[in-house]
T-cell receptor, first 112, second 120 residues
């Protein structure tokens, strides 16, 4: 079956540091890949997505590239801010299917 | 836009009692809503897909008689945990798919903030 493996947290970084959160997946077919973010007290929000190999999703300074050869979708940001502190979830959805398969989530804390 | 609320945000109940959790789409209609369960340090697990006006579709291994889902209107789905036991303690999250014209094909789900259930 489909599965998503992401970097275990928690991750603590200083402001303006470079961020990478690793995500790899196993799936049949041709999945779409997503990063969701959950700020304290709020629901998951879609951060970015990519629907086919070599696509790059980007939003709010975050980027992730769909790498089919390595089955990865790592999240990166060049300079993090305190406001980026949240839990980040990697997820996939197979073509024509509504069902989302999530990773375990990575808690990110940015200190000033 | 696309806000989903859940009520309550936290609930503590005694073993053997039933608890109802509400999921509402506040500014859009949702013919389809989803219920997830999240254990500590684990991923969100889809429990069931709720369709307005029809029976929910449960994932394998989820007891439909224990987790009753009702989706009686286009903006409200409820999850009732019946005869709750301590092992039902968890974080329950709902999501809703926007049913407005032209948006259903994107399959995007909007998530509620979750409900923390503790059964003592």
């Amino acid at each position: 079956g489909d599965s998503v493996t992401q970097m275990e947290g928690p991750v603590t970084l200083s402001e303006e540091a470079f961020l990478t959160i690793n995500c790899t997946y196993t799936a049949t077919g041709y999945p779409s890949l997503f990063w969701y973010v959950q700020y304290p007290g709020e629901g998951l929000q879609l951060l970015l997505k990519a629907t086919k190999a070599d696509d790059k999703g980007s939003n709010k300074g975050f980027e992730a590239t769909y790498r089919k050869e390595t089955t990865s979708f790592h999240l990166e940001k060049g300079s993090v801010q305190v406001s980026d502190s949240a839990v980040y979830f990697c997820a996939l959805r197979n073509f024509g299917n509504e069902k989302l398969t999530f990773g375990t989530g990575t808690r990110l804390t940015i200190i000033p | 836009g696309a806000v989903v609320s859940q009520h309550p945000s936290r609930v503590i109940c005694k073993s053997g009692t039933s608890v109802k959790i509400e999921c509402r789409s506040l500014d859009f209609q949702a013919t389809t809503m989803f219920w997830y369960r999240q254990f500590p340090k684990q991923s969100l697990m889809l429990m069931a897909t709720s369709n307005e006006g029809s029976k929910a579709t449960y994932e394998q291994g989820v007891e439909k008689d224990k987790f009753l889902i009702n989706h009686a209107s286009l903006t409200l789905s409820t999850l009732t945990v019946t005869s709750a036991h301590p092992e039902d303690s968890s974080f329950y999250i709902c999501s809703a798919r926007d049913s407005r014209n032209g948006r259903t094909r994107t399959y995007e789900q909007y998530f509620g903030p979750g409900t923390r259930l503790t059964v003592t």
